[in-house]
């Protein structure tokens, strides 16, 4: 055990070479900027200032974003996801698949989930003994598992998930700009330094070192930012984006995706004030997630609807929606209406009353009657 704790605290301590790396590049590109470019070899007064002013301004969202990419803790499943002791037991006893698949299948019953494993199965994490959340995974990196997990990132020594995705896109979107803003107005110095029409002083390896590092990191990471905002409009992780999750009824890429407006809000939030600003506006608790689910759910109680047309009974059975299903199906106030409809699972009809629902894309309207 002393070994294998000695080399874990080695691996932890190794983890944060990257982000040194990046933390010393930026101090470094401070005292480059600062002084090197706006104090020693930038002769106005008035452009040294208004340099002075984007610069910092760039430089606080970056550093502040950065920071919490880094130390915003990684969002974990609750305790409902945990089985119970006795069930746990009984779990780690089993020795068939199909007997343990039992267990999961009657823990499940009353949590919220859509996705399963390849095969059909409940997601279940050995490691960490929970039942894995809709797009929770387990990073052997963090040894944990990770709320809408999108990556691991070396670069932030941190797993990129739920709590802090909207963190690292402002890290990737204020780093380009941070470096963009560089590489723009150290670009004539650059040049002029570049043809000798400045003398050759200390600033000279500074200023033409500082461009070449901003415009290679404005082009990797570019190509980043410009991949996690197509993620963001498509509402998927970039585990998701290699594998399309399986939900009961098959796999669907896009199962998550309510819209470009709605993805966007996911992350961001409704009000749009916050959106530059590095704190937590996203949406939901990372444990349940809208879909865009429209077919019938066979794992979903049925309800019966007595229909007396002609003075002859009939039954009819038909699969409540959830509530991210209705959602999706109309707007925000016809939802509304479906909902009052629904209690616990079961129509109230009125008098005279018409209920039109969405079974498998088709338009089914049943007309009830009331006994008098």
Request: hydrophobic residues 40%.
């Amino acid at each position: 055990m002393a070994p294998t704790h000695v080399l874990r605290c080695c691996q932890r301590g190794l983890a944060w070479i990257p982000v040194i790396f990046i933390a010393l590049v930026v101090c470094w590109s401070y005292y480059a900027y600062v002084v090197e470019l706006c104090i020693f070899t930038i002769p106005s007064n008035g452009e040294k200032i208004i340099y002075m002013i984007f610069f910092h301004l760039s430089f606080v969202m970056f550093v502040w974003s950065y920071w919490k990419t880094i130390f915003t803790m990684p969002a974990n499943p609750s305790k409902e996801f945990c089985l119970p002791k006795a069930e746990k037991e009984r779990y780690e006893k089993e020795e068939r698949p199909e007997n343990q698949q039992e267990i999961l299948w009657r823990a499940a019953t009353s949590l919220p989930l859509y996705t399963r494993t390849g095969g059909g199965a409940i997601r279940y994490c050995d490691r960490c003994q929970v039942i894995k959340p809709d797009r929770c995974h387990h990073c052997s990196a963090c040894d944990m598992c990770v709320l809408k997990m999108d990556h691991h990132c070396p670069w932030v020594n941190n797993c990129v998930g739920f709590s802090n995705y909207k963190f690292f896109i402002l890290f990737l979107a204020y780093s380009l700009v941070y470096c963009l803003f560089i590489a723009a107005t150290v670009l004539q110095y650059f040049i002029k330094f570049w043809t000798n029409e400045l003398p050759d002083t200390q600033a000279k390896f500074h200023v033409l070192f500082l461009f070449f590092v901003a415009a290679m990191f404005c082009i990797s990471i570019l190509s980043l930012f410009s991949y996690h905002l197509w993620l963001v409009g498509k509402n998927r992780s970039t585990i998701e984006a290699f594998r399309a999750p399986v939900f009961r009824t098959g796999s669907d890429k896009n199962g998550f995706s309510l819209g470009f407006r709605k993805n966007i809000a996911q992350v961001f939030g409704d009000q749009k004030k916050y959106w530059l600003l590095p704190l937590f506006t996203s949406q939901g608790d990372g444990l349940t997630f809208p879909t865009r689910l429209v077919s019938a759910d066979p794992e979903q109680g049925t309800v019966t609807l007595n229909a007396a047309p002609n003075n002859s009974a009939a039954d009819i059975s038909v699969s409540p929606l959830s509530d991210s299903q209705n959602r999706l199906l109309s707007n925000d106030q016809h939802a509304n209406s479906v909902e009052d409809h629904m209690a616990d699972g079961t129509f109230k009809p009125a008098e005279s009353e018409a209920v039109t629902m969405m079974a498998e894309n088709e338009a089914v309207t049943i007309s009830m009657e009331s006994e008098s």
